[in-house]
């Protein structure tokens, strides 16, 4: 059965202080996984694909990277404005399209 | 304008009442979706649509139908809302060449009662 899981559920960090967010999965054939971000009160926004292990994708102050078996959201030097709920999901069932969401990893950046 | 435009943005509602979401689109999609997502469960997908002669079931479809209209309308229905219909939910939509890059609307909350 595919699965995501990410870790941790929430996080605060200081203004500055680096950090990641782990999303471990376990799907038969990896197609691709995805990061988005969640405000409050709003929807998903989409961040970053990736496809096959080793490959990297950065966005500001974000990095997403991939191996078999896990990815992790590399934040650097984070700001207050980069709080927010980080999602990873998979594409599962017949269309790849078909994404299956983790849980979410809350994020709090303290000024 | 949002892209993706659902209403209503909330609503409250009583146990056997019909409730009616909707979605429009400006995105020109073909591909539409509707989630739910509840606290510690994340998004689950309800329905999906790849096309406007095309509908699908997703994770969680019971006690939900959906209708697609035109190719930017795809409205899902609540035919005897339950309390455990309580939840946000979100469509969605996307193009068929960027997979799992998901565009979606601003969420509409339901609750009943």
């Known amino acids: 059965e595919d699965q995501v899981t990410q870790s941790p559920e929430a996080l605060r960090l200081q203004e500055g202080e680096s950090s990641s967010l782990n999303c471990s999965y376990t799907v038969s054939g990896l197609r691709g996984l995805f990061w988005y971000r969640q405000d409050p009160g709003k929807g998903p926004e989409f961040l970053f694909t990736?496809?096959?292990a080793g490959e990297e994708k950065e966005k500001e102050r974000l990095k997403a990277t991939l191996t078999k078996k896990e990815s992790f959201l590399h934040i650097t030097a984070p700001k207050p404005e980069d709080s927010a709920t980080y999602l990873c999901?998979?594409?599962?069932?017949?269309?790849?399209?078909?994404?299956?969401f983790g849980t979410g990893t809350r994020l709090t950046v303290i000024p | 304008d949002a892209d993706v435009t659902q209403t209503p943005r909330n609503r409250i509602t009583k146990t056997g009442k019909r409730i009616m979401l909707e979605c429009s689109q400006t995105?020109?999609?073909?591909?539409m979706y509707w989630y739910r997502q509840d606290p510690g469960l994340g998004l689950r997908l309800i329905y999906y649509?790849?096309?406007?002669?095309?509908?699908n079931k997703g994770e969680i479809s019971d006690g939900y139908s959906v209708s697609r209209q035109a190719q930017a309308k795809f409205s899902l229905s609540l035919e005897s809302a339950i309390p455990n219909q309580t939840a946000l939910y979100f469509c969605?939509?996307?193009?068929?060449?960027?997979?799992?890059?998901?565009?979606f609307g601003e969420g509409s909350r339901l609750t009943v009662l």
């Open positions: 995105k020109g999609h073909d591909r």
């Open positions: 649509s790849f096309d406007v002669k095309d509908i």
């Open positions: 999901a998979v594409p599962s069932g017949t269309g790849a399209n078909n994404l299956f």
């Open positions: 990736l496809y096959s």
């Open positions: 969605a939509t996307s193009d068929w060449t960027q997979t799992g890059e998901l565009f």
